[in-house]
T-cell receptor, first 111, second 112 residues
């Protein structure tokens, strides 16, 4: 079945770049997403990428997709303390009508 | 403002009781979803509904029930059959894969 995996924790210093990684198993995934969750809140969409793209950039965010390795990454440039949150990778395959989420990566930004 | 409203934000339940979590949307989306979030396990799909009066089980539906009598509303009942109900519950509405899935602010359920 579908599976999405992420490392649980990442710590960076303010101003550095953060790279959050995600691997997925469903090679037929059509869309891949990054969501952000702040403490005690719901999820907020940061960006998504269609499976025929390799890269997508949106201000400080860069998403890289390696379909061969089924690897997705989110790079946050100039990381700020306000970026501290849990980041979820999610995928949508053609056979499913819901998103499948990874376990989330907690990003801690140290001043 | 368009969005999803979940209530209550915090809920306490005694063992053996059923409890219903509310989810209302004014986005006019057909599809609605319930996810459960546990620490280190991400979000797991409980139930989803693609259209009024129809719903499907997700990956962890045992001990839960839902209804979809109105497009705007998708309440989730946590029954006494759910062995480990303490968790954070998130409701979402979604138009499709190239759009954003909108989430409510969640309900934290604690069994006491």
């Amino acid at each position: 079945g579908e599976d999405v995996e992420q490392s649980l924790f990442l710590s960076v210093r303010e101003g550095d770049s953060s790279v959050i990684n995600c691997t997925y198993t469903d090679s037929s995934s059509t869309y891949l997403y990054w969501y952000k969750q702040e403490p005690g809140a719901g999820l907020q969409l940061l960006t998504y990428i269609f499976s025929n793209m390799d890269m997508k950039q949106d201000q400080r965010l860069t998403v890289l997709l390696n379909k061969k390795d089924k690897h997705l990454s989110l790079r946050i440039a100039d990381t700020q303390t306000g970026d501290s949150a849990i980041y979820f990778c999610a995928e949508k395959g053609p056979g499913r009508r819901a998103l499948t989420f990874g376990s989330g990566t907690r990003l801690q930004v140290q001043p | 403002d368009g969005g999803i409203t979940q209530s209550p934000k915090y809920l306490f339940r005694k063992e053996g009781q059923n409890v219903t979590l509310s989810c209302e949307q004014n986005l006019n989306h057909d599809a609605m979803y319930w996810y459960r979030q546990d620490p280190g396990q991400g979000l797991r799909l409980i139930y989803y509904s693609q259209i009024v009066n129809d719903f499907q089980k997700g990956d962890i539906a045992e001990g839960y029930s839902v209804s979809r009598e109105k497009k705007e509303s998708f309440p989730l009942t946590v029954t006494s059959a759910q062995k480990n109900p303490t968790a954070f519950y998130l409701c979402a509405a979604w138009e499709g894969p190239d759009t954003e899935a909108f989430f409510g602010q969640g309900t934290r359920l604690t069994v006491v």
